[in-house]
């Protein structure tokens, strides 16, 4: 039976100690552990949720066989939304549903992120579709956080773009570089 890394429910949340170790070594970067950061996997709402619904998840089927499952049940059974845009990568039709479901694109690829860097976390592996679909969410969320800088949906009131979305924006891109090492 393989060893599976979970957070204490006690704790402050994810952290090396709690951690595989394969997780450790690679995802070396603070921000992978602090459940503060919005930016990070687990530091939003969604992600810290999701996080703690993998881990029962892992408890009780003892594995990640099917992560589509997992993402359909977190999505559309305890979040309510549709999960029908999980492989959605037309740049048109990512802005137009935004505009209509401004929160819905957020809600799932943070679900996807914090279940992809989950998965690794706790088990030290990656199931190559939940690969796929981590790509998929950081490319639309990059594409979105672009768009709306670019049609100044994010500028201060004194001019120029907040620059939480570039940290933002930098996070992402990190995040994509990482999850090519994971294995």
Same mark, same amino acid.
Request: net charge negative; glycine share 6%.
């Given at each position: $039976?393989? #060893?599976?890394? @979970?957070?204490?429910?006690?704790?402050?949340?994810?952290?090396r100690e709690t951690s595989?170790?394969?997780?450790?070594?690679?995802?070396? !970067?603070? @921000? /992978?552990?602090?459940?503060?950061?919005?930016?990070?996997?687990?530091?939003?709402?969604?992600?810290?949720?999701?996080? @703690?619904?993998?881990?029962?998840?892992? #408890? !009780?089927?003892?594995?990640?066989?099917?992560?589509?499952?997992?993402? +359909?049940?977190?999505?559309?059974?305890?979040?309510? $939304?549709?999960?029908? *845009? =999980?492989? =959605?990568?037309?740049?048109?039709?990512? %802005?137009? %549903? *935004?505009?209509?479901?401004?929160?819905?694109?957020? &809600? %799932?690829?943070?679900?996807?992120?914090? &279940?992809?860097?989950?998965?690794?976390?706790?088990?030290? +592996?990656?199931?190559?579709?939940?690969?796929?679909l981590a790509q998929i969410?950081?490319?639309?969320?990059? $594409?979105?956080?672009? /768009?709306?800088?670019?049609?100044?949906?994010?500028?201060?009131?004194?001019?120029?773009?907040?620059?939480? @979305?570039?940290?933002? =924006?930098?996070? =992402? !891109?990190?995040?994509?570089?990482?999850?090519?090492?994971?294995?």
């Amino acid at each position: $039976m393989p #060893e599976f890394y @979970f957070d204490d429910p006690e704790g402050a949340g994810p952290a090396r100690e709690t951690s595989h170790p394969a997780f450790v070594k690679i995802l070396q !970067e603070d @921000f /992978y552990y602090d459940c503060m950061d919005e930016f990070s996997p687990f530091g939003n709402d969604d992600g810290a949720d999701t996080l @703690f619904r993998l881990q029962d998840w892992y #408890e !009780e089927y003892g594995n990640l066989k099917d992560p589509e499952s997992f993402l +359909k049940e977190v999505i559309e059974g305890a979040l309510g $939304m549709d999960a029908q *845009h =999980l492989r =959605l990568t037309d740049k048109n039709q990512i %802005i137009k %549903i *935004h505009g209509n479901e401004v929160f819905l694109f957020n &809600t %799932i690829d943070n679900v996807i992120i914090a &279940t992809t860097f989950g998965q690794y976390k706790i088990e030290g +592996k990656l199931d190559a579709s939940l690969r796929e679909l981590a790509q998929i969410a950081l490319e639309r969320q990059k $594409m979105i956080t672009q /768009y709306q800088i670019d049609n100044d949906e994010l500028s201060l009131e004194m001019g120029g773009v907040d620059p939480m @979305f570039v940290t933002y =924006l930098s996070r =992402l !891109e990190k995040m994509q570089e990482d999850l090519q090492l994971l294995k």
